[in-house]
């Protein structure tokens, strides 16, 4: 985590299957129309930079999720909106006698999971499954003893509908983990540029409220509409700064290059060049900051099937 993550910190949701963004992730600002094939290796990059810069915050919010499971019953997983497989890693890493499913959309994204899966020896444990959440829930998918949706229900056209399937497809007891974006990954010191970046994730927001009507949504109270009961909620932040990884220059790279194509038409013409000279060579570029920070917020809530 998605992971965009946020994937963003985006990071890492991508389900109906996209996020986002995220994060998974995030260059949501697009929303989610990404089916040329650039704009998805570009998310998958932007997702796995996320899962890598953010591996210590994603790992602490995996071992959350696992402390909801003191008797080790958790065998059966399914990861809605899966993109490139931080959720799917992180998970098969807390359970270790568990499999996963992972689901998503693209078909590229899960061979792209599989692919990463197998580098790391937990092929045997991932099974992927082309779905469109939207268009229903996938036959067969049920007994489940831990659905993770990380980034992935603020996308879909009908979350109450998608919060139930996800209750029926639990076995009893089963645990639902929802993770959702505070905000999208920052890179830039506060007030840096002028506020540049401030600027952006207004401009963002703006987006965000015509193509993902149901971000920031009452999730709490979605859980318990769906017949869930929540046990736990938790806000996790991240917050790198300086010696960050070589990683962290490249993700932020990616994350504002989506920001600058997303929101071009939105951003007065003086932010856009201030975004193309942190994204050139010059002496302003990214790569030579040495004040980089990554900082991303999100918040998980556990529900679980009591009948």
Known sequence: ??????????????????????????????????????????LAELLELDAEVLHDYHAGIFGWVREHDPSGRVRSVADLGAGTGA??????????????????ADEAMLHRLAGNAAARGEGERVRTLRADLDAGWPAGLGGLDLVWAANS??????????LADIRAALAPDGLLALAELDSFPRFLPEGAEGGLEERCHTA?????????????????????????????????????????????????????SRTRQGLADLLDPADVAALDELLGDGPRSLRRRADLTVRAARTVWIARRVS
């Open 153 to 162: 229900m603020h996308h879909m056209a009908d979350p109450p509908r998608v």
């Open 87 to 104: 959720g799917t890693l992180g998970l098969l890493a807390q359970f270790p006698g568990a499999t996963v499913t992972a689901v998503d």
């Open 1 to 42: 985590m998605h992971t965009h993550g946020h994937p963003q910190g985006h990071a890492q949701g991508h389900a109906h299957g996209h996020a986002h963004d995220h994060a998974r992730t995030h260059g949501h600002a697009q929303g989610h129309g990404h089916h040329e094939h650039g704009h998805n290796e570009g």
């Open 204 to 256: 963002m927001a703006r987006r965000r409220e015509q193509d993902m009507p149901h971000m920031g949504d009452d999730w709490a109270a979605a859980l318990a509409g769906a017949g869930l009961k929540v046990e736990a909620e938790r806000r996790f932040e991240a917050a790198l700064s300086a010696p960050l990884p070589e990683a962290a220059a490249r993700y932020a790279h990616a994350s504002l």
